[in-house]
T-cell receptor, first 113, second 114 residues
Framework: GDSVTQMEGPVTLSEEAFLTINCTYTATGYPSLFWYVQYPGEGLQLLLKATKADDKGSNKGFEATYRKETTSFHLEKGSVQVSDSAVYFCALIQPATGNQFYFGTGTSLTVIP | DGGITQSPKYLFRKEGQNVTLSCEQNLNHDAMYWYRQDPGQGLRLIYY???????QKGDIAEGYSVSREKKESFPLTVTSAQKNPTAFYLCASTLGEDRGTEAFFGQGTRLTVV
């Protein structure tokens, strides 16, 4: 079945470091891909999305490119800030199964000054 | 502003009690979902509903029940049959079938058994 696999954390970086969080997926057809962010004690917020192959989603300095050939959607940011500390979830939505959502297990990021 | 509202934010339950978590949305979304999140873990699907008066079990439905009498509302009852209910519960909604788009989430309810 469909699934999402993302790199395990926790990840700790210094401020202004480069961030990559890997995400790969298994799915039939043409799912849409998402990155969500969760700050402590809160719900999930959409960070960025891509709906077809080669699309690049971007927001707040974060980027991810929908790579169908490698079934990947890696999250990157060139220079992280302390305020980026949160848990990041990769997800896909599968139209073939009535828009069922599949989430990765989440990657905790801590940015230290 | 449109969005999803979960209440209460914190809920305490005694052993053997049923409790109901509220989820209301004014986004005119057809589909609604309940997820459970345990510390340091991902999201697990409890129940989902694509239309009013219809819902399906997710991966961990045992010990939970839901209803979908109105489009805007999808309450979750945690019954006494749920042996380990302490967790963070998240409600979400999407436009629904054939209109795939992102999910919108509520702020969550933290349930603690005392």
């Amino acid at each position: 079945g469909d699934s999402v696999t993302q790199m395990e954390g926790p990840v700790t970086l210094s401020e202004e470091a480069f961030l990559t969080i890997n995400c790969t997926y298994t799915a039939t057809g043409y799912p849409s891909l998402f990155w969500y962010v969760q700050y402590p004690g809160e719900g999930l917020q959409l960070l960025l999305k891509a709906t077809k192959a080669d699309d690049k989603g971007s927001n707040k300095g974060f980027e991810a490119t929908y790579r169908k050939e490698t079934t990947s959607f890696h999250l990157e940011k060139g220079s992280v800030q302390v305020s980026d500390s949160a848990v990041y979830f990769c997800a896909l939505i599968q139209p073939a199964t009535g828009n069922q959502f599949y989430f990765g297990t989440g990657t905790s990021l801590t940015v230290i000054p | 502003d449109g969005g999803i509202t979960q209440s209460p934010k914190y809920l305490f339950r005694k052993e053997g009690q049923n409790v109901t978590l509220s989820c209301e949305q004014n986004l005119n979304h057809d589909a609604m979902y309940w997820y459970r999140q345990d510390p340091g873990q991902g999201l697990r699907l409890i129940y989902y509903s694509q239309i009013v008066n219809d819902f399906q079990k997710g991966d961990i439905a045992e010990g939970y029940s839901v209803s979908r009498e109105k489009k805007e509302s999808f309450p979750l009852t945690v019954t006494s049959a749920q042996k380990n209910p302490t967790a963070f519960y998240l409600c979400a909604s999407t436009l629904g079938e054939d209109r795939g788009t992102e999910a919108f989430f509520g702020q969550g309810t933290r349930l603690t058994v005392v």
